[in-house]
């Protein structure tokens, strides 16, 4: 794969406080990658000098081949950047706002209505955004970071403020953009809702990269037990497993025992009403790995 994002040995401080600490980080076209981690962890200073917006205190920064800080504006051209706060002219119309946008990165007018379209803001493109929901201004900045079919997409926290469909919305576009060969970080809390929409999850935490894979990597390094639940339609050896209210049983076992157990359940399944099974969540590595950091 292109690669189109890279960071090697970058520590960005500001004065005593290193908000990003030897980071190797790479991206490559076509990939949607979750950067994780609570505030304060590094995620929005590591965006900013991806965009060229700061300068790392160490280490070299690559934006398509070039060094964002020097080459900012023609570089910056051939990204989207969706900020954590979305802050727009409230007397303006989205039309205006976007056409404004476009003229910055140097965009065809005639690419607008698409934009709108793209986003579900066609019919309130000539509204002031002073009428528009937090949900439509979200919406809003996802058009501008999508003017020009930018090559690398930034998205901080990008689904605050939009309601459940229209997050599944956001992550069809992600999709899409992806598809057709776009690089998409997306730095966000939301780790439940990234689950399945990601090829990659950094988690960083105090400005350092503490784990970087796919979902099954991480949960291959994790080791963390799989729950298991079984409803039974008869008799049912319960040895080591918890009886719940509803009648079901559950137990936790190792990942390279979970066939083995699998297996058994299986080889009478008379005996079984219902069979479920359930993985370590995002959540649940998240706090793996940051509990092992800890310690």
Request: charged letters at 20%; zero cysteines; proline letters at 5%.
């Amino acid at each position: 794969m292109t690669e189109t994002v890279a960071l090697h040995g970058v520590t960005k401080a500001y004065g005593p406080i290193v908000a990003v600490r030897d980071l190797d980080l790479t991206l490559h076209e076509g990939e949607v990658v979750a950067l994780v981690g609570h505030n304060g962890a590094g995620k929005t200073t590591q965006v900013k000098m991806i965009l060229g917006l700061a300068r790392p205190t160490s280490g070299t920064v690559r934006l398509l081949g070039a060094d964002p800080a020097v080459d900012g504006i023609a570089v910056r051209a051939r990204v989207g950047y969706l900020p954590e706060s979305v802050s727009f002219h409230l007397a303006m119309t989205g039309r205006e706002t976007l056409a404004f946008y476009a003229r910055l990165k140097g965009v065809p007018l005639a690419e607008l209505d698409r934009a709108f379209a793209t986003v579900g803001l066609g019919a309130a493109a000539d509204r002031a955004i002073g009428t528009y929901s937090k949900g439509m201004r979200q919406r809003l900045g996802l058009a501008q970071a999508l003017l020009g079919n930018p090559r690398v997409l930034m998205l901080d926290e990008p689904t605050s403020g939009l309601d459940p469909a229209l997050r599944r919305e956001f992550y069809s576009i992600v999709a899409a953009r992806a598809a057709e060969g776009a690089t998409v970080l997306l730095a966000s809390h939301a780790l439940t809702e990234l689950e399945g929409r990601a090829d990659r999850v950094v988690i960083v935490n105090r400005g350092a990269k503490i784990a970087d894979g796919t979902l099954d990597d991480l949960r291959s390094l994790a080791r963390l037990p799989v729950q298991v639940r079984a409803r039974p339609a008869g008799p049912f050896a319960a040895d080591g497993w918890r009886r719940l209210a509803d009648g079901s049983f559950e137990t936790e076992v190792a990942p390279a025992d979970k066939l083995a157990l699998l297996a058994r359940l299986l080889a009478q399944p008379g005996t079984l009403a219902d069979l479920s099974v359930t993985e370590p969540t995002l959540d649940d590595l998240y706090a793996h790995f940051l509990h092992r950091e800890a310690a």
